[in-house]
């Protein structure tokens, strides 16, 4: 963090320095490889995501039902899809507490380190949208692919601060390579106004 | 507490209940991962022995709402009593056969004994309550042994 954000007034006083789009125009449209997940599809997960849930839905967890409708079978939640490819429980603690990310030279997160670095240290989901391609059944083995969609070329002036917005997309693919869910994650990469900024940096 | 329908339960066993999920490769690996630590990858061909009892608990939901098995009536009982808040003071497993994955286990529960009067204890007023399980695998093999010893302490204990 550079001194001068220190004088944040987005709605007044002299233009502070903003991120320039060309140092980032190079990572949008570009996606990481292929991640593996940790854990095959599973009816026990399926299970427990219902039991919490509170989906009694019979197309994921009754076999005789499911064999009958269009799907022929028990086919996972679909909104589960992100359940498959989460970071396992090293990774999600380096992330969250230790402040490390892993594949770096991924493109979204390329990105989010220049974000960070310019300021832009806050971050808010602000839409999420999926669509399902294909039901993912257990045994499956879902892989992701992260692509950076879009990177706003402006800030945006929002209640949370000054920010950009970022598409990131998800693709998520079954073992034999087809496609299941595609997904848009729209972030705002946010300067936390000055009131705030103690809360990210401790 | 009117002890006598208590006592009527010591020594009964429950039904045969089957663990509601299939042993699996997820399910393993989360255990392991938790209790082992980071690593490349993690045997999931064999569950850990102390899952035993991960594969066989009650689901959160949809709720169990009548006691129809021994030892959930004792329980049911010492709670209608003002016995209703169970403390789990020790538990003993004895492991007689591997869990492999696809196993799928079920178990019975018995009431091995419930204390004649009521106890004092550090913790408050309350009736120890012993468990005996027994687990299986589909194979009909006894694959664990577990006594499970709770204390059933008086609500109010826990504003003293």
Known sequence: MGKENDTIKPFSGPPEKTLDYSRVAHLVGKSSPFHDPHDIVTQSDIRHWCEVMQDPNPLYADEEFAKKSKYKGIIAPPAMVQTWSLDDLYYALQRFVEGKTPFMEDPHNQLTGILDAEGYTGVVATAQEQTYLKPIRPGDVIRTKITVGYVAKYDSFTRQGVGRYVDILYTFVNQKNEEVCKETFRILKYKPPVTTRHLYEG | ?160
Do not use: C
């Open chain 2, 1 to 160: 507490m009117d002890s006598s329908q208590v006592k009527g339960l010591v020594g009964k066993e429950s039904s045969l209940m089957q663990a509601l999920d299939v042993v699996s490769t997820s399910d393993i690996r989360h255990w392991r991962e938790l209790m082992e630590g980071k690593k490349d990858s993690w045997n999931t061909k064999e569950a850990p022995a102390p899952m035993l009892i991960a594969w066989t608990m009650d689901p959160l939901w949809p709720k169990r709402v009548e006691a129809t098995e021994p030892h959930q009536q004792v329980l049911k009982l010492l709670e209608d009593s003002g016995y209703g808040l169970p403390l789990g003071i020790s538990l003993d497993q004895e492991y007689l056969k591997p869990v492999r994955l696809g196993d799928t286990l079920s178990y019975k529960v018995k009431v091995a004994s419930v204390s004649s009067a009521e106890e004092k204890t550090d913790m408050g007023k309350g009736y120890k309550v012993v468990l005996n399980y027994t687990f299986s695998n589909q194979k009909r093999e006894v694959v664990g042994r577990q006594t499970y010893t709770i204390l059933a302490l008086q609500k109010m204990a826990l504003k003293q």
